[in-house]
């Protein structure tokens, strides 16, 4: 027989944004296996967490960075937290 976990069901407000930073230099060419590069890999998993995102409606942005040194990094927006 089920049992029941929850007794009521609370709706509040979350206030939460999220911000995922990729790191897409040149470190990142290296291969995890024969077919698989980690640039390959890197470029998937933020897809699926701004996917989870979209369905929860929550507010997300998305920069990726790459270095040329230390004196020079360079950092692009790939989705603002206005945009679909």
Same mark, same amino acid.
């Given at each position: 027989?089920? /049992? *029941?976990?929850?007794?009521? @069901? &609370? ?6 944004? !999220?911000?995922?930073?990729?790191? #897409? ?10 077919? /698989? *590069?980690?640039?390959?890999? @890197? &470029? ?6 701004? !996917?989870?995102?979209?369905?929860? #409606? ?17 950092? &692009? ?8």
């Amino acid at each position: 027989m089920a /049992q *029941r976990l929850y007794q009521s @069901e &609370r709706r509040s407000r979350r206030d939460i944004a !999220i911000m995922q930073l990729v790191d #897409v230099s040149g470190a990142t060419d290296g291969w995890i296996a024969a077919d /698989q *590069r980690i640039i390959d890999v @890197e &470029r998937e998993a933020p897809l699926l967490v701004c !996917i989870a995102l979209d369905g929860m #409606v929550e507010p997300y942005s998305v920069l990726a960075f790459s270095d040329e040194g230390p004196q020079a990094v360079v950092v &692009r927006s790939i989705k603002r937290f206005d945009e679909r």
